[in-house]
Nanobody, 123 residues
């Protein structure tokens, strides 16, 4: 069992930055790939970025490539999402999720989810 807790969301102006964190419980977090997803009002949850178990491999959605950076610290059981050059269309609830395999872009393939953190970007 893994519990995930996101933090770091908030209100920021367009062009600003936020750093989200995902803290995981459990001693085997390094055995899980992690994905960040987001869900805007009235829209389906969508993949943002994924990172492999070791952190050596990442994959970004085209919409955030070059602006967002994911990293992980397995010694601290945390994953961070640095979000720069934020746009109003980035406004959503952001979720981290993990799975015991390579990361995936599909929401249904993840085993554990956090409760989400709200990110609001004003224009």
């Amino acid at each position: 069992q893994v519990q995930l807790v996101e933090s770091g969301g908030g209100l920021v102006q367009a062009g600003g930055s936020l750093r989200l964190s995902c803290a995981a419980s459990g001693r085997t977090f390094s055995s899980y790939a992690v994905g960040w997803f987001r869900q805007a009002p009235g829209k389906e949850r969508e993949f943002v970025v994924g990172i492999s178990m070791s952190g050596g491999s990442t994959y970004y959605a085209d919409s955030v490539k070059g602006r967002f950076t994911i990293s992980r610290d397995n010694a601290k059981n945390t994953v961070h999402l640095q979000m720069n050059s934020l746009k109003p269309e980035d406004t959503a609830v952001y979720y981290c999720a993990c799975r015991r395999r390579a990361f995936s872009v599909y929401t249904h393939s993840y085993d554990y989810w956090g409760q989400g953190t709200q990110v609001t970007v004003s224009s």
